[in-house]
């Protein structure tokens, strides 16, 4: 029987092969120091003179920061077929976000309801030329950013990309849940904006800036268009 130990190696070496690298996955946790390092090579600890091991805090955290389901570390996936090279994963998130002065449904528990897989060249291309990671999907509710965006759009977004000074269109926690804004950065504070003109900004400044969490960049909008029969 494989023991936790190394089940949750393995897996850690396959969301290395993942990432592309080890580097890319301390990145995207936002990690430091060389620890998952030593864990998959199975450095020797000091202290109780055995390799090194992951611990359940730090299983929960990758999963979590990953949104790949509380437990996954701890499961063998050595049956499941590996992922193919050249390809690029994109979890999309039952999150909802909402396009609407109010902001979006509370988001809690957050999980992947779907991988989409495309490859690197048609996401260079359609989403992003400067990196393949930290890129997730959550849908779109409401009309306040039309035209730029509908309700049903599947929407990308960087997740390491929260710099509101170069302003641009971002998803973000406010108000108990989750929406989506154009930003524009002021000198007395940050406006937020709906592309559709029925629906007034709004500004917040000073420690109002508090309640809002960007979660990030949206970079693209993928348009989900239904057409009936005979079209």
Not at 36 to 41: A, D, G, R, V
Not at 80 to 103: F, M, Q, Y
């Amino acid at each position: 029987m494989i023991s936790i130990r190394d089940i949750r190696r393995d897996n850690l070496q396959r969301l290395v092969e993942r990432y592309d690298s080890m580097k890319s996955l301390n990145e995207i946790l936002d990690r430091k120091d060389n620890h998952l390092t030593q864990i998959l090579n199975q450095s020797m600890n000091t202290a109780t003179g055995k390799p090194k091991q992951m611990g359940d805090r730090l299983a929960r955290d990758i999963e979590k920061k990953l949104n790949l389901g509380f437990g996954w570390m701890d499961q063998d996936h050595s049956a499941e077929p590996p992922e193919p090279k050249n390809i690029v994963t994109l979890d999309r998130l039952d999150v909802e976000a909402g396009c609407d002065p109010s902001g979006g449904p509370a988001c809690t528990d957050v999980a992947v309801v779907e991988r989409i897989q495309v490859s690197v060249d048609w996401f260079k291309q359609n989403i992003s030329r400067f990196r393949t990671i930290g890129h997730q999907l959550v849908t779109a509710r409401g009309d306040s950013m039309e035209p730029t965006i509908n309700s049903g759009d599947i929407v990308v977004v960087d997740v390491r990309d929260t710099d509101v000074t170069k302003e641009g269109i971002f998803c973000l926690n406010y108000g108990g849940g989750v929406t989506i804004k154009r930003i524009q950065v002021l000198p007395f504070g940050v406006e937020f904006i709906s592309d559709n003109k029925l629906y007034n900004s709004f500004v917040l400044k000073g420690q109002e800036l508090e309640a809002i969490k960007i979660i990030g960049r949206v970079v693209t909008a993928l348009c989900v268009k239904k057409f009936p029969h005979g079209i």
